[in-house]
């Protein structure tokens, strides 16, 4: 299957506007879009999990944790830790690359940190 992304609330949003001006197909859906804003990071994870979505988010502090604690009961797309000190154009490049390059069950439960 194609992956799909979903935005957590803190992503920069230059990251998903620049990914759609490239590459159109890419189904990545915004944070505004979901709710996301004010939930917790919980909530987070089961709403991106509901919707098939790999979670692409700047929050190393605590979003690791939480995935780790969510996987323990439930199946996550994944989580891809972005962060913010990394160019929006490598960014931009490396979720492109996943995209195109491997497909949804490669991901399953797995926190990858950018850059790869």
Do not use: C
């Amino acid at each position: 299957m194609t992956i799909r992304f979903q935005a957590d609330a803190d992503l920069n949003q230059n990251i998903v506007t620049g990914i759609l001006r490239r590459e159109p197909e890419i189904d990545f859906q915004t944070a505004t879009t979901a709710g996301l804003s004010g939930l917790t990071d919980t909530q987070v994870l089961e709403i991106a999990a509901q919707g098939g979505r790999i979670l692409v988010s700047h929050d190393q502090r605590t979003m690791p944790r939480y995935f780790a604690e969510f996987i323990s009961n439930e199946t996550s797309p994944g989580l891809i830790i972005v962060p913010k000190k990394l160019s929006i154009f490598e960014v931009i490049e490396t979720l492109i690359i996943v995209w195109s390059a491997s497909n949804t069950e490669e991901w399953v439960n797995r926190i990858i940190y950018l850059p790869l």
